[in-house]
């Protein structure tokens, strides 16, 4: 039973770039959360998705920032025209339900040069 | 809004010495609480977490956590550090008419010395 994968783990945008993180939940679990950790820093909700709806997605910045998680494949939260201040390390959670404490996936860390 | 604050961003601490890593969090309705740690370059792993029930809650690796009301605490223990204890650990709280997100403290980086 894997664990939750993402991929990249590790990836590199010019600024400028779109960067497409991807993340597939644990089988059986239908809700995603994405969240972001900046330098020496603790980790920020961003968004919580469920199959083909976002929840909530009270922690995304306004503008370049978009996530989706469809009915088939896995969840991609992708950000337009990146910019230094994006470099950071994005971690991606899923649950089966609303069971509170869900299970991480070892993370993105993107670097934009 | 809940808020969670770790008192101590670093812990050092000698092998076979008790640890205890401090959270506070506030909040205005019943939370849920957790402890998370990192190892260097990867995700997060649970620890133990509180949802209801008793207040000592014990986990795994032999830490164990002990939610307090009163002074709006869940501190996190181990009687014995390895060094392969070395590590961030991260206390988040979710409150519980707030779906399933999390809010995290800074973290404390726990260093274990031989």
């Known amino acids: 039973n894997a664990g939750v994968m993402q991929n990249p783990r590790h990836l590199v945008r010019r600024r400028g770039q779109e960067a497409r993180l991807r993340c597939s939940p644990m089988?059986?679990?239908?809700?995603v959360y994405w969240y972001r950790q900046l330098p020496e820093e603790g980790l920020k909700f961003m968004v919580y998705?469920?199959?083909?709806?976002?929840?909530?997605e009270s922690g995304m910045p306004k503008e370049r920032f978009s996530a989706e998680f469809p009915k088939e494949g896995p969840s991609i939260l992708r950000i337009q025209q990146v910019v230094r201040g994006d470099s950071a390390a994005y971690f991606c959670?899923?649950?089966?339900?609303?069971?509170?404490?869900?299970?991480f996936g070892s993370g993105t860390r993107l670097t934009v040069v | 809004a809940q808020s969670v604050t770790q008192l101590d961003s670093q812990v050092p601490v000698f092998e076979e010495a008790p640890v205890e890593l401090r959270c506070n969090y506030s909040s205005s309705v019943s939370v849920y609480l957790f402890w998370y740690v990192q190892y260097p370059n990867q995700g997060l792993q649970l620890l133990l977490k509180?949802?209801?029930?008793?207040?000592l809650v014990k986990g795994i690796n032999g830490f164990e956590a002990e939610f307090n009301k009163s002074q709006t605490s869940f501190h996190l223990r181990k009687p014995s550090v390895h060094i392969s204890d070395t590590a961030e650990y991260f206390c988040?709280?979710?409150?519980?008419?707030?779906?399933?997100?999390?809010?995290f403290g800074g973290g404390t980086r726990l260093m274990v010395k031989p």
């Open positions: 988040a709280v979710s409150e519980n008419n707030a779906g399933n997100m999390l809010t």
């Open positions: 998705l469920q199959k083909e709806n976002i929840i909530d």
């Open positions: 089988k059986g679990h239908s809700h």
């Open positions: 509180y949802l209801s029930g008793s207040t």
């Open positions: 959670a899923s649950s089966p339900g609303q069971s509170h404490g869900y299970t």
